[in-house]
């Protein structure tokens, strides 16, 4: 099935109604370990900038080999992510610094909007991705306010062909002058919200990797493969410490 195609035909406006929706993950066993040393970045390289693309579609922040490996699930139209983004990168990246934990954003695509910033953070050069998205987190409330006083437009946009529909939700929503101001030129962002087989595989691994992992919630964390219940940073990062993360 061409999972983009699809996704897009549904409504550009209703799925927004669940954006600040976040309910319970699965149970977990206590993550438990030593404290870990630091692991050194490469010379003339630190883990802080340092980006690698999974093979999941995520972009890994940090040591891609790191002892700790913390995924989030995420929407750019969740507002729970939002707050995740605002309240917990800082320290995430202190421990990212230390090359035990890596960071890695991955998307579960929720409706036409998440779809069109999710192509737009990767329109870029990679190791801009993340920041991109905090960036748009940051302005979750003027994003989304946008996409609700333009559901009119939205509906109609969402009738155009596959290869024009994200092009104009990031009009209406006002998308194309944000990531302009943020380096990624309004041609740059044509040509990528235009390549329908990138948007697919996008929509493609997030339902997937959500059917695979019985992932139903944004943010939703996991910590070596092990899905977390925990949702807000003073409980992951205790359990990060609990793990072996430990903070001088």
């Not at 006083?149 to 194309?176: H, K, M, V, Y």
Request: charge should be negative; charged fraction near 20%.
């Amino acid at each position: 099935m061409n999972m983009a195609r699809t996704v897009l035909k549904l409504s550009a406006v209703a799925p927004l109604a669940l954006a600040l929706a976040a309910c319970g993950g699965g149970a977990e066993d206590v993550l438990e370990g030593d404290a870990i040393e630091t692991i050194a970045a490469p010379d003339g390289t630190n883990w802080g900038e340092t980006i690698t693309v999974s093979d999941e579609d995520g972009y890994i922040l940090g040591n891609p080999d790191a002892p700790l490996k913390l995924v989030e699930y995420a929407s750019h139209t969740c507002g729970a992510c939002a707050n995740f983004s605002s309240t917990a990168k800082p320290g995430i990246k202190e421990y990212v610094a230390t090359g035990v934990v890596s960071f890695e954003q991955r998307n579960l695509v929720r409706d036409p909007i998440d779809l069109t910033i999710a192509a737009l953070v990767r329109c870029g050069a990679p190791e801009n991705m993340q920041a991109l998205s905090d960036q748009a987190w940051g302005s979750f409330n003027e994003i989304m306010g946008a996409a609700q006083q333009n559901g009119a437009q939205l509906e109609i946009a969402n009738e155009l062909p596959a290869d024009q529909r994200l092009g104009e939700f990031a009009r209406i929503t006002g998308l194309t002058e944000f990531f302009a101001a943020r380096g990624i030129s309004t041609d740059q962002q044509a040509a990528c919200l235009a390549d329908v087989d990138a948007i697919d595989a996008i929509q493609k691994n997030s339902a997937e990797q959500a059917d695979a992992l019985d992932i139903r919630a944004t943010p939703t964390f996991i910590l070596n493969g092990q899905q977390l219940e925990e949702r807000d940073w003073n409980s992951i990062e205790a359990t990060l410490q609990r793990a072996g993360a430990r903070q001088e």
